[in-house]
């Protein structure tokens, strides 16, 4: 299976900060990476596929980038609604499998 | 609006079965491939199943494989996930959720229904 490790595990950043949230892979997955939003005692919400395709209806201060073994996700200008757990799915090959998770936390 | 309802989820001792349910509304079921993801309490993520168009193919991770079965049926638009032979460990939250087409990835995911495997 291929291993997805998500850094950092969390981090704390103030209202208008831009962030990175990095996920690399344990083998090249050929930009087939997705990002998740996921708020407390919610259900994740799709932001970004195929490592860069905004979904529709996902604020265009988020994008995301990267190739190969590496990507990342960019929160640009935070907002206090953008305080939430990230994660990244490979779905390259199967299992499709998930990184661990970014906790973000707003100042 | 992609609505996505699971139902069934509970308490129930280690061994025993439960089934779950999702029901699917705004959008035409039978075009997507479907899936149950699952997520242990304070814990990532975790793809349990997904389910071809027609319920011909299945697929499962080796930690589920050949005590989970999903299916659907697409008269109803609805999804099921049969769970036996259950462990603590698949104590979790199980989501059901709509792959984006030709991909694995999931763009429309339910509220989640909660199963705890405890005696």
């Known amino acids: 299976d291929i291993q997805m490790t998500q850094s950092p595990a969390s981090l704390s950043a103030s209202l208008g900060e831009t962030v990175s949230i990095e996920c690399l892979a344990s083998?090249?997955?050929?930009?087939?990476l997705a990002w998740y939003q996921q708020k407390p005692g919610k259900s994740p919400q799709l932001l970004i596929y195929?490592?860069?395709s905004l979904q529709d209806g996902v604020p265009s201060r988020f994008s995301g980038s990267g190739s190969g073994t590496q990507y990342s996700l960019k929160i640009n200008s935070l907002e206090s609604e953008d305080a939430a757990t990230y994660f990244c799915?490979?779905?390259?090959?199967?299992?499709?499998?998930f990184g661990g998770g970014t906790k973000l936390e707003l100042k | 609006e992609v609505q996505l309802v699971e139902s069934g989820g509970g308490l129930v001792q280690p061994g025993r079965s439960l089934k779950l349910s999702c029901a699917a509304s705004?959008?035409?079921?039978?075009?997507?491939?479907m899936a149950w993801v699952r997520q242990a309490p304070k814990k990532g993520l975790e793809w349990v199943a997904t389910?071809?168009?027609?319920?011909?193919?299945?697929y499962y991770p080796d930690s589920v494989k050949g005590r989970f079965t999903i299916s659907r049926d697409n008269a109803k638009s609805s999804l099921y996930l049969q769970m036996n032979s259950l462990k603590s460990e698949d104590t979790a939250t199980y989501y059901c959720?709509?792959?984006?087409?030709?991909?694995?990835?999931?763009?429309?995911w339910g509220q989640g229904a909660s199963v705890t495997v405890s005696s």
């Open positions: 799915l490979q779905d390259s090959e199967y299992p499709p499998t």
């Open positions: 389910i071809s168009t027609s319920g011909s193919r299945t």
């Open positions: 083998e090249d997955i050929y930009n087939n």
């Open positions: 959720a709509r792959h984006l087409l030709a991909s694995y990835v999931m763009d429309a």
């Open positions: 195929y490592a860069s």
């Open positions: 705004g959008f035409t079921f039978s075009n997507y491939y």
